[in-house]
């Protein structure tokens, strides 16, 4: 296999934002805590241990085992899970929505960047160990958002009313979907082996939380990654004592209201990344998910007719803690609660929120994670290839928008110099004489002068362009060639990652596919990888 890479900045699809914590731009710094490279998990980690209790760990440790209590799980990830009860063992995390069998070609690499860093860590740092941890994200009530995966162009859809937490969600109806691959898959031992895969994944298992859990599993058990649900009850007596200083001392809201803005009064102008609400908690029971308010002393459940004083909701919250569910601001502060986590490996869109959080952590008093860039790649089977070295396609041009890709090519195959450059430093003397004669005589000949020199220069402007037309009409069929091979590496105009499923890769390539991810992403090399596959 043929690899290459280039860096994020230079592909156009991140966020200046995003560009600059790579680049460690010193106006950063004050968001984060430590920057993700090797030498900076050393500090990193001798934090965690010195603040992660002791006892969260055997409350995590039960939960896990009673979350895998029907799983088949493979000895690495049973090994993991009895070593988070050692206090020298830390996690990688990375977090995804239940997306419908898998969703995006990304899922595979955050958690492929997540497992590697394990890995990498383990050799840096021999006398510890790091347990990579997929976090699903079963209490996500965006229903729209996942409910589908993309193959070959068509959209497999779940056709299903949903309300409250995606997790809980029963799998009925699942049936159609595979119906619909079945019928789009062809044959084949790795059409075979993919519809079985989602049957047992899908057609087997009662909610989508159960589903997603299998098929994870089945991905990357052998690698040792242990899947978790945050939507348990032992685990959210952890967070007990801070929900109750978010919703009544509204804590995270004034710390990550106050990061945000000065984020975004940078001179850089970012923006604020995420709104923090006064309350960041939904109250979670029987298909409900809603926001919870305060009003004049009082609580509401947004949306119902529930309502509770404050001394209501604080038995509520404790002795019913599964019934509280964070939201984007308070998920991050959970995750770091109940896990010996040095790191959060996550898109570009989830680092920019994280980057207004430190304060929120600081306010209580929980380690702030290292945050990494997941892997990005694109992958180019070697009929791509091929097309690609015919037509001399620079992979990096690739990543243009298409209208300045074709005409940065036709520039460089046309046969006539496209470029008027030349005419128009020419013409610029030639009016730089006309200056200093205006010079010598009334301001009206300067303004006359400098209107003929806008005109001429526009209209030079005007003949380039359509000489690039002209050009482009003549090498038509290069240029359909040329978007032909760019629309297949970028469907929808977009990165490959973010709209194929991996089902279409493995259906080319089976088994080895993850093997050979495994052995090309390199978790903090911080560029964006093109592989090439034989």
Known sequence: MKSDCIPFKKTGYFSNLICDYLDQKESLQPFYNRFPNLDNFKDQLLEKQANFPLENREVLHSAIKEQYASTTISRSTELHIELLKDNSTFTVVTGHQLNLFTGPLYFLYKIISTINLTQQLKEAYPNYNFVPVYWMATEDHDFDEINYFNFKGKKLQWNKKASGAVGHLKTDGLD????????????????????????????????????????????????????????????????????KKDILENVSYKAVHNTAHRLAQLEENYGIQVNPREINYFYLKDGLRERIIEKDGSYYINDTVLSFTEKELLEELKSYPERFS?????????????????????GGGELAYWLELKSSFEEMGVTFPILLLRNSALIITQKQDDKLTKLNLDIADLFLKQSSFINKKIRTISNIDIDFSPQRQHLLEQFQGLYNLAAQTDKSFFGAVKAQEVKQLKGLDNLEKRLLKAQKRKLKDHVVRMTEIQNELFPNKSLQERNLNFSELYLEYGEVLIPVLMSSLKPLSAEFAVLTMD
Do not use: W
């Open 326 to 346: 964070p939201n984007v601001i308070s998920r991050p502060l959970y995750q770091e609660i109940i896990l010996p986590n040095l790191c959060y490996i996550g």
């Open 176 to 243: 159609d979907v595979y119906d619909m691959l079945s019928m789009e898959i062809g044959i084949g031992q790795n059409a075979e082996e993919l519809k079985a895969l989602f049957k047992s994944s899908y057609l087997e298992h009662d909610n989508l939380t159960d589903a997603t859990r299998f098929l994870a599993n089945e991905l990357f058990g052998d690698y040792g990654l242990v899947i978790v649900d945050g939507d348990d009850r032992e685990l959210k007596k952890l967070l007990v004592p801070y929900a």
